[in-house]
């Protein structure tokens, strides 16, 4: 059995970051992943996907952005680059296509089964991200066989989709970039929105994310929250990060053609069905714009009242929100479904699980002497999940584990 101070599990930017912390403060450490560095922009990223974050926020410890583009967004491939060179820059000790099978005590230290033998850790951060498994609701199963069915996390492009119209459920940035990138391409497309969080690209001269961190949105921590739960289940703002930095929203997706539906209640075969709720949630999605946007003016010294806010909306006198779609009448060939992503832990034996599946934790640490977590949405703050908001948390939990280490090594003696 190999033997490591810190075993990081997961090689995307919070296992990066964490690497990087410690090892500046000189602790031995190792990463695993089951795939490359950036697995996942290399295997769930579609081709034209661009950062949602503008370059300037995106940096991680020691390494700020440094392009020649700071207001622009990084495509797919700059990414997967940047965390390449970024890992190349401090030699992190990453181990590819190792997968950690199975994670348990063992004494006062930590047993990790890889498929190339065991290693025991003094510690071990598990960086897995936000984004691990790709969640489609079981009622995906109850589609025709003849209709095409993937997440959005196996779409590439509109030219491997198969011919025909395509319905597209969840109005995420993944959904709405989507819906919009076939729509472009000729394709007929409908879009099933539930719930969801609206904002402009730029506002007043800026772009969103410029004003949001002025106004501390992002630094708030966890401990702020009135219900951490239902904020960490908020749906991520409609956003898209293209050169031109415009919006993209359900009003564009409106003008393109593409009609709008409300939340897909049920699947029977060829026959879709669907809530009478477009309304509600658009307009609702709406009015919590307008209060960020008038909370902006009023940072801005604007005397902005929420009714006066102007921007464009969805017209819904004029889409044709259907109940029920028949998806051969329509000739709706393919289902993508943009419902996002869950965590799945199976491979822990260790008492930090909740019911529901996700690692119990505080500001990334957990109630197992030794065992942290990193990258997940809200652990200490708003940006915890984002590129640029891991490598503050990353620093936090370096302080952690050197103090475990510390105090453990003195408990020895």
């Known amino acids: 059995m190999r033997l490591i101070d810190v075993a990081i599990i ?85 181990f590819e296509r190792t997968p950690v099978m199975s994670l348990a005590a063992d004494g006062s230290a930590f047993r990790l089964q890889t498929p190339d033998g065991a290693w025991r850790a003094r510690a071990v951060v598990v960086a897995t991200g936000h984004c691990d498994r790709a969640f489609i609701p079981s009622i995906a199963g ?17 030219g491997v989709i198969p011919d025909g119209g395509v319905l597209v459920v969840g109005s995420s940035p993944s959904g ?38 002025r106004l501390g949105k992002f630094s708030q921590r966890a401990s702020e929250v009135a219900d951490l739960d239902a904020e960490i289940r908020q749906p991520n703002v409609q956003l898209a990060g293209r050169p031109d930095h415009s919006d ?51 940072f801005d010294g604007r005397p902005t009242n929420i009714g006066n806010i102007d921007f464009r909306r969805v017209d819904l006198a004029a889409n044709d929100a259907p109940h029920m779609l028949s998806l051969r009448n329509e000739n709706i060939r393919t289902v993508i479904w943009a419902t996002g992503f869950r965590r799945a832990f199976p491979w822990i034996d260790l008492p930090v699980l909740r019911q529901d599946g996700e690692i119990r934790q505080t500001g990334g640490v957990t109630a197992v002497p030794g065992l942290y977590t990193l990258g997940f949405r809200f652990q200490c703050k708003r940006d915890s999940h984002f590129f640029g908001g891991v490598g503050t948390d990353a620093l936090e939990i370096a302080g952690h584990v050197a103090r475990f280490l510390g105090a453990s090594l003195r408990q020895a003696a």
């Open 176 to 213: 709405l970039q989507i819906a919009e990138e076939l729509r472009r391409a000729g394709r007929k497309v409908i879009l099933s929105s539930g719930a969801h969080t609206r904002v402009p690209r730029r506002w007043r001269g800026h772009d969103i994310f410029w004003w949001l961190s």
């Open 10 to 94: 997961g090689a995307g930017q919070a296992g990066l970051a964490m690497s990087r912390c410690l090892a500046v403060l000189g602790i031995g450490h190792a990463i695993f992943d089951r795939g490359r560095v950036a697995e996942r922009w290399r295997t769930t990223a579609w081709d034209s996907l661009r950062m949602l974050t503008p370059n300037w926020i995106n940096g991680l410890p020691w390494q700020p952005y440094d392009g020649a583009d700071p207001h622009g967004f990084m495509t797919r491939n700059e990414t997967i680059a940047f965390l390449e060179r970024y890992a190349a820059s401090f030699g992190a000790p990453v």
């Open 248 to 298: 993209c929203d359900l009003p564009l997706m409106q003008a393109l053609g593409i009609r709008l539906a409300g939340r897909v209640d049920g699947v029977e075969g060829g026959h879709v069905f669907f809530r009478d709720d477009l309304a509600e949630s658009v307009t609702s999605a709406d009015q919590r714009m307008a209060h960020i946007l008038a909370a902006i003016d009023r």
């Open 142 to 158: 109850r589609l025709s066989v003849d209709i095409a069915s993937l997440h959005s996390s196996q779409y590439r492009s509109p």
